[in-house]
Protein backbone atom coordinates (compact mmCIF):
# COMPACT_ATOMS: atom_id res chain seq x y z
CA UNK A 1 0.00 0.00 0.00
CA UNK A 2 1.57 3.31 -1.27
CA UNK A 3 1.92 6.05 1.35
CA UNK A 4 1.23 9.58 0.02
CA UNK A 5 4.24 12.21 -0.01
CA UNK A 6 4.06 14.09 3.72
CA UNK A 7 3.84 18.04 2.22
CA UNK A 8 6.73 20.17 3.62
CA UNK A 9 5.31 22.78 5.57
CA UNK A 10 6.34 26.47 4.18
CA UNK A 11 8.24 27.33 7.29
CA UNK A 12 10.70 23.73 5.95
CA UNK A 13 10.71 24.86 2.29
CA UNK A 14 11.96 28.18 3.54
CA UNK A 15 14.78 26.79 5.49
CA UNK A 16 15.78 24.20 3.31
CA UNK A 17 16.28 26.76 0.51
CA UNK A 18 17.97 29.22 3.51
CA UNK A 19 20.52 26.08 4.09
CA UNK A 20 21.07 25.63 0.32
CA UNK A 21 21.32 29.04 -0.16
CA UNK A 22 24.43 28.75 2.49
CA UNK A 23 26.29 26.34 1.46
CA UNK A 24 26.18 27.26 -2.14
CA UNK A 25 27.65 30.67 -1.31
CA UNK A 26 30.31 28.97 1.07
CA UNK A 27 31.55 26.49 -1.74
CA UNK A 28 31.47 29.84 -4.36
CA UNK A 29 33.14 32.25 -1.80
CA UNK A 30 35.96 29.08 -1.43
CA UNK A 31 36.38 27.34 -4.17
CA UNK A 32 35.59 30.31 -6.52
CA UNK A 33 35.00 34.14 -6.01
CA UNK A 34 35.00 36.21 -2.99
CA UNK A 35 33.96 39.90 -2.92
CA UNK A 36 36.20 42.42 -1.73
CA UNK A 37 35.66 46.29 -0.97
CA UNK A 38 38.43 48.95 -1.03
CA UNK A 39 38.10 50.49 2.08
CA UNK A 40 41.36 53.06 1.61
CA UNK A 41 43.18 55.35 -0.51
CA UNK A 42 46.86 52.96 -0.68
CA UNK A 43 45.79 51.65 -4.07
CA UNK A 44 44.40 54.81 -5.75
CA UNK A 45 44.27 56.11 -8.30
CA UNK A 46 44.05 52.17 -9.75
CA UNK A 47 41.46 51.36 -7.83
CA UNK A 48 39.02 53.51 -5.55
CA UNK A 49 37.58 53.81 -2.29
CA UNK A 50 34.33 52.22 -2.78
CA UNK A 51 35.21 49.63 -5.51
CA UNK A 52 33.29 46.77 -5.20
CA UNK A 53 35.36 43.70 -6.84
CA UNK A 54 35.74 40.03 -7.11
CA UNK A 55 38.80 37.98 -5.90
CA UNK A 56 39.43 35.26 -7.84
CA UNK A 57 40.73 31.92 -6.16
CA UNK A 58 41.63 29.79 -8.89
CA UNK A 59 43.77 32.06 -10.65
CA UNK A 60 46.42 30.95 -7.82
CA UNK A 61 44.75 27.93 -6.83
CA UNK A 62 41.85 27.69 -3.81
CA UNK A 63 43.47 27.54 -0.17
CA UNK A 64 42.39 24.49 2.01
CA UNK A 65 40.71 26.32 5.31
CA UNK A 66 43.52 26.36 7.78
CA UNK A 67 41.11 26.89 10.11
CA UNK A 68 37.75 24.74 9.52
CA UNK A 69 35.80 25.25 12.51
CA UNK A 70 34.10 28.67 11.59
CA UNK A 71 30.94 29.69 11.02
CA UNK A 72 30.08 30.47 7.41
CA UNK A 73 30.48 33.72 5.59
CA UNK A 74 31.95 35.58 8.57
CA UNK A 75 35.69 35.96 8.61
CA UNK A 76 37.20 37.01 12.17
CA UNK A 77 33.59 38.36 14.09
CA UNK A 78 29.57 37.04 14.07
CA UNK A 79 28.00 39.52 12.22
CA UNK A 80 27.38 42.35 14.17
CA UNK A 81 28.61 41.61 16.92
CA UNK A 82 32.41 41.00 18.58
CA UNK A 83 31.83 37.42 19.38
CA UNK A 84 34.51 35.00 17.69
CA UNK A 85 33.33 33.57 14.57
CA UNK A 86 36.09 30.25 14.62
CA UNK A 87 37.76 28.23 16.81
CA UNK A 88 41.16 27.04 16.46
CA UNK A 89 40.96 24.10 18.33
CA UNK A 90 41.93 22.55 14.80
CA UNK A 91 44.60 23.62 12.44
CA UNK A 92 44.96 21.92 8.85
CA UNK A 93 48.42 22.35 7.30
CA UNK A 94 48.70 25.00 4.38
CA UNK A 95 47.64 23.02 1.47
CA UNK A 96 46.39 24.99 -2.47
CA UNK A 97 44.25 23.35 -4.96
CA UNK A 98 45.97 23.64 -8.24
CA UNK A 99 45.85 26.75 -9.90
CA UNK A 100 45.88 28.76 -13.50
CA UNK A 101 48.99 30.41 -12.81
CA UNK A 102 51.44 31.91 -10.12
CA UNK A 103 51.82 35.33 -8.51
CA UNK A 104 53.00 37.07 -11.82
CA UNK A 105 54.79 40.46 -10.69
CA UNK A 106 52.21 43.39 -11.19
CA UNK A 107 49.42 41.61 -10.64
CA UNK A 108 47.36 42.86 -7.77
CA UNK A 109 46.71 40.66 -5.02
CA UNK A 110 44.54 40.21 -1.94
CA UNK A 111 46.11 38.59 0.79
CA UNK A 112 45.98 38.27 4.49
CA UNK A 113 47.61 41.06 6.59
CA UNK A 114 50.80 39.13 7.70
CA UNK A 115 51.71 41.04 10.96
CA UNK A 116 47.90 40.41 12.61
CA UNK A 117 49.10 37.94 15.18
CA UNK A 118 46.51 37.43 17.03
CA UNK A 119 44.29 35.30 14.25
CA UNK A 120 45.05 32.69 12.77
CA UNK A 121 46.66 32.81 9.15
CA UNK A 122 43.69 32.61 7.15
CA UNK A 123 41.37 34.62 8.99
CA UNK A 124 43.92 37.64 9.34
CA UNK A 125 42.58 41.09 7.46
CA UNK A 126 42.24 40.92 4.18
CA UNK A 127 44.28 43.46 2.07
CA UNK A 128 44.88 44.38 -1.76
CA UNK A 129 48.49 45.86 -2.68
CA UNK A 130 50.54 45.31 -6.07
CA UNK A 131 53.10 42.46 -6.40
CA UNK A 132 55.77 44.38 -7.20
CA UNK A 133 58.50 41.46 -6.13
CA UNK A 134 58.01 38.06 -6.58
CA UNK A 135 60.12 35.46 -5.18
CA UNK A 136 63.66 35.84 -5.66
CA UNK A 137 63.92 39.23 -6.69
CA UNK A 138 65.89 41.72 -5.79
CA UNK A 139 63.88 44.88 -4.33
CA UNK A 140 65.44 48.40 -4.38
CA UNK A 141 63.39 51.97 -3.94
CA UNK A 142 65.90 55.09 -4.81
CA UNK A 143 64.59 58.40 -4.39
CA UNK A 144 60.91 57.19 -4.76
CA UNK A 145 61.81 54.79 -8.10
CA UNK A 146 61.08 51.11 -7.82
CA UNK A 147 63.85 49.18 -8.84
CA UNK A 148 63.54 45.48 -9.27
CA UNK A 149 66.05 43.51 -10.73
CA UNK A 150 68.27 46.23 -11.23
CA UNK A 151 65.93 47.23 -13.82
CA UNK A 152 63.41 50.99 -13.50
CA UNK A 153 60.27 49.20 -12.55
CA UNK A 154 57.46 49.58 -14.90
CA UNK A 155 54.53 52.03 -12.98
CA UNK A 156 50.66 51.57 -13.04
CA UNK A 157 49.24 53.72 -15.37
CA UNK A 158 47.70 56.36 -12.81
CA UNK A 159 50.26 56.06 -9.62
CA UNK A 160 49.81 58.51 -6.75
CA UNK A 161 52.51 60.49 -5.17
CA UNK A 162 52.41 62.79 -2.43
CA UNK A 163 52.74 66.81 -3.25
CA UNK A 164 53.21 69.94 -1.52
CA UNK A 165 51.19 72.57 -3.09
CA UNK A 166 51.03 75.94 -2.56
CA UNK A 167 48.46 78.69 -3.63
CA UNK A 168 48.25 82.22 -2.88
CA UNK A 169 44.84 81.96 -1.86
CA UNK A 170 42.57 79.73 0.51
CA UNK A 171 41.58 76.77 -1.42
CA UNK A 172 37.78 74.95 -1.58
CA UNK A 173 36.95 71.35 -1.01
CA UNK A 174 34.95 72.17 -5.09
CA UNK A 175 38.24 73.52 -6.38
CA UNK A 176 40.42 69.94 -6.01
CA UNK A 177 36.98 68.69 -7.07
CA UNK A 178 37.74 70.18 -10.47
CA UNK A 179 41.05 68.25 -10.29
CA UNK A 180 39.66 65.26 -9.48
CA UNK A 181 41.11 65.05 -6.03
CA UNK A 182 38.36 64.39 -3.19
CA UNK A 183 38.23 65.48 0.17
CA UNK A 184 40.07 62.80 1.60
CA UNK A 185 42.92 63.32 -0.63
CA UNK A 186 44.57 66.99 0.32
CA UNK A 187 45.23 68.25 3.96
CA UNK A 188 45.63 71.81 5.26
CA UNK A 189 48.84 73.69 6.88
CA UNK A 190 48.01 75.67 9.82
CA UNK A 191 48.95 78.36 7.03
CA UNK A 192 46.05 78.33 5.27
CA UNK A 193 47.66 78.58 2.11
CA UNK A 194 49.77 75.04 1.55
CA UNK A 195 48.64 71.68 1.30
CA UNK A 196 49.67 68.36 1.09
CA UNK A 197 48.07 66.86 -1.79
CA UNK A 198 47.61 62.74 -3.10
CA UNK A 199 47.50 62.56 -7.17
CA UNK A 200 48.86 61.51 -10.33
CA UNK A 201 51.51 63.41 -12.38
CA UNK A 202 48.89 64.50 -14.64
CA UNK A 203 46.84 65.80 -12.27
CA UNK A 204 49.69 67.93 -10.71
CA UNK A 205 50.47 69.17 -14.13
CA UNK A 206 47.06 70.10 -14.83
CA UNK A 207 47.06 71.89 -11.33
CA UNK A 208 50.21 73.87 -12.23
CA UNK A 209 48.30 75.56 -15.07
CA UNK A 210 46.01 77.02 -12.34
CA UNK A 211 47.19 80.92 -11.80
CA UNK A 212 46.16 80.45 -7.74
CA UNK A 213 48.96 77.48 -7.50
CA UNK A 214 52.37 79.27 -6.62
CA UNK A 215 53.81 76.07 -6.87
CA UNK A 216 53.95 72.53 -6.25
CA UNK A 217 56.73 69.88 -5.04
CA UNK A 218 56.86 66.05 -4.72
CA UNK A 219 57.86 64.84 -1.32
CA UNK A 220 60.35 62.62 -1.47
CA UNK A 221 62.70 61.70 1.78
CA UNK A 222 66.47 61.47 1.26
CA UNK A 223 69.11 58.87 1.14
CA UNK A 224 70.44 57.77 4.20
CA UNK A 225 67.09 59.18 6.42
CA UNK A 226 66.65 56.05 8.94
CA UNK A 227 62.98 55.63 9.23
CA UNK A 228 62.54 53.49 12.70
CA UNK A 229 59.10 52.39 11.10
CA UNK A 230 60.97 50.62 7.87
CA UNK A 231 61.53 46.71 7.67
CA UNK A 232 63.51 45.18 9.18
CA UNK A 233 62.81 46.50 12.40
CA UNK A 234 65.77 47.97 14.11
CA UNK A 235 67.95 47.73 11.07
CA UNK A 236 69.57 51.11 11.26
CA UNK A 237 70.39 50.80 7.44
CA UNK A 238 69.28 54.83 7.00
CA UNK A 239 66.05 52.95 4.14
CA UNK A 240 62.65 54.61 4.32
CA UNK A 241 60.04 55.00 2.00
CA UNK A 242 61.40 56.74 -1.23
CA UNK A 243 64.98 55.00 -0.47
CA UNK A 244 64.93 51.24 0.52
CA UNK A 245 67.04 48.17 -0.07
CA UNK A 246 68.70 46.33 -1.98
CA UNK A 247 66.14 43.62 -0.49
CA UNK A 248 66.26 40.12 -1.68
CA UNK A 249 62.72 38.28 -1.34
CA UNK A 250 63.06 34.88 0.06
CA UNK A 251 62.17 31.54 -2.25
CA UNK A 252 61.13 28.39 -1.25
CA UNK A 253 64.30 26.04 -1.65
CA UNK A 254 66.64 29.44 -1.15
CA UNK A 255 69.77 28.74 1.12
CA UNK A 256 71.19 31.64 2.80
CA UNK A 257 74.36 31.81 5.27
CA UNK A 258 73.22 32.85 8.42
CA UNK A 259 75.38 35.93 9.23
CA UNK A 260 74.48 38.93 11.01
CA UNK A 261 73.08 40.75 8.15
CA UNK A 262 70.99 37.84 7.56
CA UNK A 263 69.78 37.40 10.49
CA UNK A 264 68.74 41.02 10.41
CA UNK A 265 66.66 40.94 7.19
CA UNK A 266 65.27 37.48 7.10
CA UNK A 267 65.31 36.32 11.11
CA UNK A 268 61.94 38.11 11.25
CA UNK A 269 60.57 36.35 8.95
CA UNK A 270 61.68 32.66 9.61
CA UNK A 271 60.70 33.12 13.25
CA UNK A 272 56.61 33.99 12.20
CA UNK A 273 56.03 32.57 9.43
CA UNK A 274 58.00 29.14 8.57
CA UNK A 275 56.34 27.22 10.89
CA UNK A 276 58.98 26.30 13.76
CA UNK A 277 57.41 25.57 17.37
CA UNK A 278 60.74 27.24 18.88
CA UNK A 279 62.68 29.91 17.41
CA UNK A 280 65.18 32.39 19.09
CA UNK A 281 67.01 35.47 18.20
CA UNK A 282 69.78 36.51 20.20
CA UNK A 283 73.29 37.81 19.61
CA UNK A 284 73.38 38.25 15.90
CA UNK A 285 72.30 34.69 15.57
CA UNK A 286 68.97 32.65 15.00
CA UNK A 287 68.55 29.77 16.92
CA UNK A 288 66.00 27.06 16.38
CA UNK A 289 64.76 24.38 19.00
CA UNK A 290 68.18 25.41 20.93
CA UNK A 291 69.97 24.63 18.28
CA UNK A 292 72.30 27.70 16.24
CA UNK A 293 71.47 27.90 12.67
CA UNK A 294 74.66 28.40 10.46
CA UNK A 295 72.57 28.28 6.93
CA UNK A 296 68.73 28.36 6.75
CA UNK A 297 66.68 26.65 3.76
CA UNK A 298 63.47 28.95 3.64
CA UNK A 299 59.96 26.30 2.87
CA UNK A 300 57.76 28.57 1.35
CA UNK A 301 57.74 31.69 -1.55
CA UNK A 302 57.25 35.37 -0.43
CA UNK A 303 56.24 38.08 -2.55
CA UNK A 304 56.96 41.79 -1.66
CA UNK A 305 53.85 44.26 -1.95
CA UNK A 306 53.45 47.82 -2.62
CA UNK A 307 50.32 50.37 -3.15
CA UNK A 308 49.98 52.44 -6.22
CA UNK A 309 49.61 55.18 -3.71
CA UNK A 310 53.32 54.94 -3.19
CA UNK A 311 53.38 58.23 -0.29
CA UNK A 312 50.27 56.96 1.54
CA UNK A 313 50.60 52.71 1.65
CA UNK A 314 51.70 51.05 4.75
CA UNK A 315 53.39 48.01 2.79
CA UNK A 316 56.21 45.67 2.52
CA UNK A 317 58.48 48.17 3.25
CA UNK A 318 57.71 49.03 6.60
CA UNK A 319 56.19 45.25 7.40
CA UNK A 320 57.99 43.09 5.59
CA UNK A 321 57.14 39.77 3.06
CA UNK A 322 53.94 38.48 2.60
CA UNK A 323 54.16 34.41 2.48
CA UNK A 324 52.24 32.26 0.03
CA UNK A 325 50.53 31.03 2.65
CA UNK A 326 49.07 34.12 3.16
CA UNK A 327 47.37 34.78 -0.34
CA UNK A 328 44.16 34.73 -0.91
CA UNK A 329 43.78 35.65 -4.32
CA UNK A 330 44.37 37.69 -7.82
CA UNK A 331 41.98 40.71 -8.08
CA UNK A 332 39.77 40.36 -10.74
CA UNK A 333 36.89 42.47 -11.50
CA UNK A 334 35.20 45.87 -10.58
CA UNK A 335 31.27 45.26 -10.60
CA UNK A 336 30.19 48.67 -8.61
CA UNK A 337 32.21 52.07 -7.69
CA UNK A 338 29.98 54.65 -5.01
CA UNK A 339 31.69 57.91 -4.43
CA UNK A 340 30.44 58.70 -0.75
CA UNK A 341 30.88 62.52 -1.77
CA UNK A 342 27.61 62.18 -4.08
CA UNK A 343 24.30 61.48 -3.56
CA UNK A 344 21.91 59.24 -5.49
CA UNK A 345 22.77 57.99 -9.14
CA UNK A 346 25.26 60.33 -8.70
CA UNK A 347 27.06 58.24 -6.20
CA UNK A 348 27.47 55.29 -8.75
CA UNK A 349 30.71 55.72 -11.05
CA UNK A 350 29.29 54.26 -14.19
CA UNK A 351 32.42 53.95 -16.33
CA UNK A 352 33.97 51.61 -13.96
CA UNK A 353 30.99 48.98 -14.15
CA UNK A 354 33.22 45.65 -14.87
CA UNK A 355 36.25 46.75 -15.97
CA UNK A 356 39.55 44.53 -15.16
CA UNK A 357 41.85 45.28 -12.59
CA UNK A 358 45.83 45.51 -14.34
Given at each position: ?SQ ?7 TR???D ?6 V ?33 K??Y??R??K?P ?9 I???EI ?5 AI?I ?6 G ?5 R???VVF?F?IE ?12 K???GI ?11 L ?6 A?K?E??Q ?12 V???A???I ?10 G ?5 FG ?9 T?PV?V ?6 E ?6 I?I?P ?11 F??L ?9 E?TPD ?7 T ?15 A ?6 K ?8 N???M?G ?15 P??H ?5 WF????LDK??S?F ?7 F ?5
Amino acid sequence: MSQSKIKKSATREWLDALVFAVVAASLIRWLLLEPFTIPTASMEKSLLVGDFLFVSKMHYGTRIPKTPLQVPLTHQKIWGTEIQSYSDAIQIPYLRLPGFSDIERNDVVVFNFPIEFQYPSDLKTNYIKRAVGISGDIIEVKQGELIVNGAVAPKPEEMQYSYDLIANRPLTVDFFADYDINQESFLSFTNGVGYMVFGTDQMMERLRTSPVVVSITKRIEGPGVNDIRIFPANSNYGWNADNFGPLQIPAKDWTIEMTPDNVMRYGFTIEKYESHKNVEIRDAALFIDGQKVDNYTFKQNYYFMMGDNRHDSLDSRFWGFVPEDHVVGKAWFLWLSLDKYESMFNKIRWSRFFKSIE
